[in-house]
T-cell receptor
Framework: AQSVAQPEDQVNVAEGNPLTVKCTYSVSGNPYLFWYVQYPNRGLQFLLKYITGDNLVKGSYGFEAEFNKSQTSFHLKKPSALVSDSALYFCAVRDIYGGSQGNLIFGKGTKLSVKP | KAGVTQTPRYLIKTRGQQVTLSCSPISGHRSVSWYQQTPGQGLQFLFEYFSETQRNKGNFPGRFSGRQFSNSRSEMNVSTLELGDSALYLC?????????????FGPGTRLTVL
């Protein structure tokens, strides 16, 4: 069965330092991978996606993610964290060859806290 | 272009009642998906509609149902509410069913069942 794992419930980073939010996946075919961010009392905002092509994907707000097929990982990164990046981050996968082509499978989420 | 809108934003019901939530997708988007978000279970897929047809369904009981109208607006209904149905219900729209299309989420409807 398809699944997504975010091994860290929370990540703490000092402002200005680089940040990484980890994600690993398990799918039966080629994955479509996504990162979303959720601010308090808000819906999810799309950050970036990997479909095919370059393993390094650049997205909104200076975020990027690196797709690693051998490690089945899709870690979210940012070179210099901002306090305003503090939020809940979700990794998601859609297996285009599976029976559930229409839905996203989400990880449990990682709370990012950036301190001044 | 206006984003995904959901109404109402907050709802309080009692056990046994039923509730209807509404979602208006981004103009031009024909696919609407619904998700339930709870602290314990995280984000779980409910169902997806495209061109007024349910295309995909998650693992939820039959008390959860939905529909889509010709203008792509969608409603979901929960009958015989249980305490465990308390959650944030998120609607998302996308241009189509293609696997690579990103979904755009609304702000959600916070349902509290007493």
């Amino acid at each position: 069965a398809q699944s997504v794992a975010q091994p860290e419930d929370q990540v703490n980073v000092a402002e200005g330092n680089p940040l990484t939010v980890k994600c690993t996946y398990s799918v039966s075919g080629n994955p479509y991978l996504f990162w979303y961010v959720q601010y308090p009392n808000r819906g999810l905002q799309f950050l970036l996606k990997y479909i095919t092509g370059d393993n390094l994907v650049k997205g909104s707000y200076g975020f990027e993610a690196e797709f690693n097929k051998s490690q089945t990982s899709f870690h979210l990164k940012k070179p210099s964290a901002l306090v305003s990046d503090s939020a809940l981050y979700f990794c998601a996968v859609r297996d285009i060859y599976g029976g559930s082509q229409g839905n996203l499978i989400f990880g449990k989420g990682t709370k990012l806290s950036v301190k001044p | 272009k206006a984003g995904v809108t959901q109404t109402p934003r907050y709802l309080i019901k009692t056990r046994g009642q039923q509730v209807t939530l509404s979602c208006s997708p981004i103009s031009g988007h024909r696919s609407v998906s619904w998700y339930q978000q709870t602290p314990g279970q995280g984000l779980q897929f409910l169902f997806e509609y495209f061109s007024e047809t349910q295309r995909n369904k998650g693992n939820f009981p039959g008390r959860f149902s939905g529909r889509q109208f010709s203008n792509s607006r969608s409603e979901m209904n929960v009958s015989t509410l249980e305490l465990g149905d308390s959650a944030l219900y998120l609607c998302a729209s996308s241009l189509g069913l293609a696997g690579g299309a990103e979904q755009f989420f609304g702000p959600g409807t916070r349902l509290t069942v007493l």
